[in-house]
């Protein structure tokens, strides 16, 4: 595949590796266990320049291309999905988000020191009860003079319960739906934030997923991203950038898992050869390469879409949708491999299988995937 990507794409990949394998790989069955963010993980992705990838220059950050951000969470997700998530909220998510739609003074004020890893950032959008349909959220702003009063709860954000920026979304009115919607940034620290519920899950449990609370914060006017009522457009924009990265994750995860399978095949005995030998071993090897490589290669066009400025709504829906399925499908078959010796916490195998689910639920679900797409054909 390496074919398709150009000599700087190639040397990003390649210190992309090292910094996976040197920095992130070593820990990251440690971080899983500690079952907290892996806060330590975000301040190495500083010191490497990552925590600022796509964003240009006089921003604080590297000037990455979508290609770039695609390639690197690949590779982190070879190592560990937590790690790509706090890499892809913080900078696919939020900042890229904040970067986009927000004026000159709040790059300034929110992008800069984010893109330099100073600051963590979040987006949260997800309610108890409004999610796949984020029209129906109930989080509310009222203004009042020259602030916004805002009331309400977010559950499941990564990043959250550490977080100094909160991109989140608010209805300025129920009754207008998707078109009351409004983006605001909450920091840490304003009077009525808290963090509630923090999460204990199946997988990626080096990165958080928390309840965010709002109980009457005040939030300055000037912390208004875009127009009032513009807030859905802005929420869908930005996960469509977000969902190149979990495109990445997949691809990521089921390589390693693939990497994995070969080896351990090549040394496992049994019946007096290596499994590799058996030719219902190689076949499940076979179909789990080609799900990689056509993983890879749907989220490829999707960042090359992404890069010529041109929409791909639908592109990076069928890229994420395809390696989510791909990652539990490649997984699962590499634990099977593994027989028994995977099922154990010895082997990186049982991490990979636990975190791999989630990537058929976050940034859309599967189904919401096919939704998206279904829409894009029949328009
Ligand atoms: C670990 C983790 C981290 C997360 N991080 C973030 C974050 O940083 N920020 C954030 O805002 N959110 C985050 N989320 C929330 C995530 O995006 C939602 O969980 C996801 O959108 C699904 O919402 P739900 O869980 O409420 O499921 P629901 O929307 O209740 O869906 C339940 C089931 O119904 C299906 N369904 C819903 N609508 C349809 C339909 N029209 N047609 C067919 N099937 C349908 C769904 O696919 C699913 O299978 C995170 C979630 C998790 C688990």
Known sequence: MDVLLAEQEKMFQRQMRDFVENEIAPFADEWDERNELAIEAFYKMKDVGLTGLTIPEQYGGQGGSFIDAYLASIELARASISVASIFGTHVGLALSGLHHFGNEEQRQKFVVPAAKGEK????????????????????????????????????????????????????????????????FVIEKGMPGFSVGKVEDKLGIRAESAAELIFDDVRVPADNQIGEVGKGMRIALSILDEGRLDVAGQGVGVASAALDAAIAYAKQRHQFGQPISEFQGIQWMLVDMANEVDAAWLMGYRAARIADSGERFTKEVAQAKLYAANAAMDVVRKSLQIHGGYGYMKDLPIERYYRDAKILEIYEGTSEVQRLVIARALLS
């Open 120 to 183: 963590l950032c979040a987006y949260g959008l997800t309610e108890r009860e409004a999610s796949s349909d984020i029209s129906r959220m109930s989080t509310v702003a009222r203004r009042e003079g020259d602030e916004w009063i805002i009331n309400g709860a977010k559950c499941f954000i990564s990043n959250g319960d550490k977080a100094d920026i909160v991109l989140t979304f608010a209805t300025v009115d129920k009754q207008l739906g998707s078109k009351g919607i409004t983006a």
